[in-house]
């Protein structure tokens, strides 16, 4: 008889949280380009992660997935506290299982994550591919097209970006999405203020990220900054 999907999941979790307790793996190196992190659940667990307290994310998501370890919003989250933390391997294998198992919802959510890590890595083509899947699976969300966007940026590809960002921008008219998303790197954050920015003519906060941004310790993200800079 095949385990039961809660006892599988309880069994991945109890896995996760003994190889999670060593400490951070490798961050990565420069030529990364982060993303976004898109969170999953809308509860304490989420809200903390939004906030930057990882530790007490952590320890919020693992009380409700020991309580009902069935919440793969819950389970899509702690994998991206894991994300977060540096702890790739165990980052990746919670999102599989939620890609593998969730609803249609989590799924994106999952591979959206999947996609920063990719990025994060180092891996352009795989991170893309996850984020074209996360956007296939609902086009009306706009948490993908905002990651496209800045995945088409700092690969240089200036249209794309703008029409993924304009995409995203209309999808989330009240900038709710935009507010729920979470960022593993500072550079992050300015990088999509500046494509906004930019986008909705705000000349002197786009150059004053751009400027930002180009002293940040990510080669692609600095080399997209100076071309925004140039003019190009």
């Not at 979790?13 to 307790?21: D, E």
């Not at 919802?105 to 996360?134: F, K, N, P, V, W």
């Not at 999509?192 to 692609?220: K, Y």
């Amino acid at each position: 008889m095949s385990p039961s999907p809660s006892r599988s999941i309880s069994a991945l979790f109890a896995a996760v949280l003994v190889a999670g307790c060593g400490g951070n793996e490798s961050r990565p190196p420069g030529e990364a380009a982060p993303l976004v992190v898109a969170l999953g659940s809308s509860g304490a667990g989420a809200e903390r992660l939004r906030a930057g307290e990882l530790g007490a994310a952590r320890s919020a998501l693992e009380s409700t997935l020991s309580a009902d370890p069935d919440q793969l919003s819950a389970l899509s989250d702690l994998g991206a506290t894991y994300l977060l933390e540096g702890h790739a391997e165990s980052a990746r294998r919670l999102l599989d299982e939620v890609v593998a198992r969730g609803t249609p919802r989590e799924q994106q959510g999952a591979l959206l994550d999947l996609g920063e890590l990719y990025a994060l890595e180092g891996y352009l083509d795989a991170a893309s591919a996850y984020l074209e899947t996360a956007r296939a699976v609902d086009p009306a969300r706009p948490e993908a097209w905002y990651a496209l966007a800045l995945l088409s940026d700092a690969r240089g590809d200036a249209g794309a970006a703008r029409v993924s960002l304009s995409t995203a921008m209309r999808l989330d008219e009240s900038g709710a999405a935009r507010a729920g998303l979470a960022y593993a790197y500072p550079e992050e954050r300015t990088h999509l203020e500046a494509v906004i920015a930019e986008l909705v003519g705000d000349r002197a906060l786009a150059q004053a990220r751009w400027r930002e941004l180009s002293q940040g310790r990510f080669a692609p993200l600095q080399a997209a900054a100076e071309r925004h800079l140039a003019g190009e």
